[in-house]
């Protein structure tokens, strides 16, 4: 039996602000960082040691993994960073205010953007400003590979690679990982491993700083799940 443990990123300054964020490389807020290491006090406490951390090229992220590692005494644990693992990208909605958003084109439209499987939200080319397309973090991508905005469906299909190749030979190898992410990227791999449907992960919400721990069999299915 091995332990995998999903944690979104605590609250961070654009959440605060209703904003949509998306690859937008935004800070934790102060909450946010409590939240962080409220996570790391409640992993110590249930007991649960890593052998591998996993997390996206993001700043709310990786520093989430680190007080949450930091906190339960495992800074230590070997780490891995990659975009694949990144909120999905919002496109052209990036900076903007969800309520506004709401106001201008519909509640409707909004929640649709936010929680629809397939619908794309207005994109970003990779010439307009905050593309990034500009940003030397993805430098190394195949340019066709960097998002001009992303649903759920895009979203799953680059994350699941990165589980194919990375996280789940991990955990087949009997270790227990842990994932720092994102409320999208981590609602991706939640449908995958538990098989949720198209239409039932629009109600899937991950909780900001809340450890979700899986404990799956060697075949990776999932034998029990419990939030933090
Ligand atoms: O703005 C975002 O990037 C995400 C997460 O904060 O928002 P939502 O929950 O609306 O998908």
Not at 94 to 112: C, F, R, S
């Amino acid at each position: 039996m091995t332990k995998l443990v999903f944690i979104r990123h605590g609250q961070s300054e654009w959440n605060l602000k209703n904003l949509f964020t998306g690859w937008v490389d935004v800070n934790l807020s102060e909450q946010g960082e409590k939240e962080a290491k409220e996570a790391g006090r409640k992993l110590k406490e249930a007991g649960i040691q890593f052998d591998q951390a996993y997390t996206s090229v993001l700043t709310r992220a990786i520093k989430t993994l680190h007080f949450a590692l930091e906190e339960s005494g495992q800074l230590w644990v070997p780490e891995e960073k990659t975009w694949r693992l990144n909120e999905r990208h919002y496109g052209a909605l990036q900076g903007k205010n969800k309520a506004k958003a709401a106001e201008k084109y519909g509640e409707e439209q909004v929640h649709i953007w936010r929680r629809s499987y397939d619908v794309l939200p207005p994109l970003l080319s990779a010439d307009d400003e905050g593309s990034a397309a500009q940003d030397r973090r993805y430098a190394d991508l195949d340019p066709r590979a960097i998002p001009g905005g992303e649903n759920l469906k895009v979203t799953l299909e680059r994350v699941i690679p990165f589980w194919e190749d990375k996280i789940a030979p991990t955990l087949l190898d009997g270790k227990n990982v842990i994932i720092a992410a994102h409320g999208n990227s981590l609602r991706a791999l939640t449908k995958y491993i538990e098989g949720i449907s198209d239409e039932d992960i629009m109600g899937v919400e991950m909780a900001t700083g809340q450890p979700v721990v899986y404990d799956l069999d060697d075949k990776l299915n999932v034998v029990k799940k419990e939030k933090l």
